[in-house]
């Protein structure tokens, strides 16, 4: 069973999100334009589909067209919980509260866990943590 794979509609701000993210994950983007896929309900040069391959992290996206509404992250956050070495997990949260807002710094935590949340620039919160030292 495959798990499930966020797709995030933006407010126009599709090519620069999936970028970063793909910079913040080392992961490379595929991205296509609303005149790639034959499309006139938005401006050409807008994402039609674009995201993440060949990462750890999986993630799609597109700028709204229409009456669609652009994401709004309430009551849900995107967990990386141990899914790279702590030093890598650190990177990924300096990187993603850069214009954005440190909700709950990255921090041991009394269970012996290390955890933070941030909120990026684009709107999306994140849970990064790992088990144990750093040093594990």
């Not at 006139?40 to 039609?48: L, R």
């Not at 012996?112 to 943590?129: F, K």
Request: hydrophobic share 40%; net charge negative; with cysteine.
């Amino acid at each position: 069973m495959a798990d499930p794979q966020p797709y995030v509609l933006f407010p126009g701000t599709a090519r620069e999100a999936l970028t970063f993210y793909g910079d913040v994950f080392s992961c490379a983007v595929e991205l296509y334009t609303f005149a790639e896929f034959n499309r006139a309900d938005g401006p050409a040069d807008a994402i039609a589909h674009g995201g993440l391959t060949g990462g750890v992290v999986a993630l799609s996206g597109a700028d709204v067209s229409g009456d669609e509404r652009p994401v709004r992250s309430e009551g849900l956050m995107l967990a990386l919980l141990g899914t790279a070495d702590p030093p890598t997990l650190r990177t990924w949260f300096s990187r993603l509260s850069e214009g954005g807002r440190v909700v709950d710094d990255l921090q041991k935590r009394p269970w012996g866990a290390s955890d933070g949340r941030v909120i990026d620039r684009y709107g999306l919160h994140w849970l990064i943590g790992f088990e144990g030292d750093e040093s594990d």
